[in-house]
């Protein structure tokens, strides 16, 4: 059996047990001939664990219409914002300072996006994390350490 050919990717933001035919969804996969409600149907059975929560989708869409879909982590400062509580970040990160992480923390949002980001080790996972925190308007108890740095206070 040949490999299908693929028509397209579509990447969209989509809330957890959310998916319906409105706008963005309906219109993006009605221009590749996807069957909207069947990607709904799927969508939502997949994700109903967590209802609510705003998670990237990649949708793989092939010549003969049919569909597969990956769905990712949220993003780093979705995570970040929930560890601490957040509403919302920052206006101005670099000045106006809303909270700060823990180590502990760090590591936490890190190992949980981990599957998403093309970090080859947990320490340069949490640099990531560290630079999403401070573009949120969050401090660390990173801030200044080396990737090799804290390589060893893990170890």
């Given at each position: 059996m040949a490999a299908k050919?693929?028509?397209?990717?579509?990447?969209?933001?989509?809330?957890?047990?959310?998916?319906?035919?409105?706008?963005?969804?309906?219109?993006?996969?009605?221009?590749?001939?996807?069957?909207?409600?069947?990607?709904?149907?799927?969508?939502?059975?997949?994700?109903?664990?967590?209802?609510?929560?705003?998670?990237?989708?990649?949708?793989?869409?092939?010549?003969?219409?049919?569909?597969d879909f990956i769905v990712k982590q949220p993003p780093m400062s979705t995570l970040i914002k929930a560890k601490l509580n957040l509403k919302?970040?920052?206006?101005?990160?670099?000045?106006?300072?809303?909270?700060?992480?823990?180590f502990d923390q760090v590591k936490e949002v890190a190992t949980e996006k981990m599957p998403d980001l093309n970090a080859t080790c947990i320490a340069g996972a949490m640099k990531i994390a560290q630079g999403t925190a401070r573009a949120t308007g969050v401090t660390t108890d990173i801030d200044g350490m080396t990737k090799e740095e804290i390589a060893a206070k893990l170890a």
């Open positions: 050919e693929i028509k397209g990717y579509i990447k969209l933001q989509i809330n957890w047990g959310q998916a319906n035919p409105a706008p963005p969804v309906g219109p993006a996969l009605g221009q590749y001939g996807v069957p909207i409600q069947e990607f709904t149907q799927k969508f939502n059975e997949q994700t109903k664990d967590k209802m609510g929560v705003k998670l990237p989708v990649v949708i793989t869409v092939y010549e003969d219409r049919t569909f919302k970040g920052s206006g101005v990160p670099q000045k106006e300072k809303v909270g700060n992480m823990t």
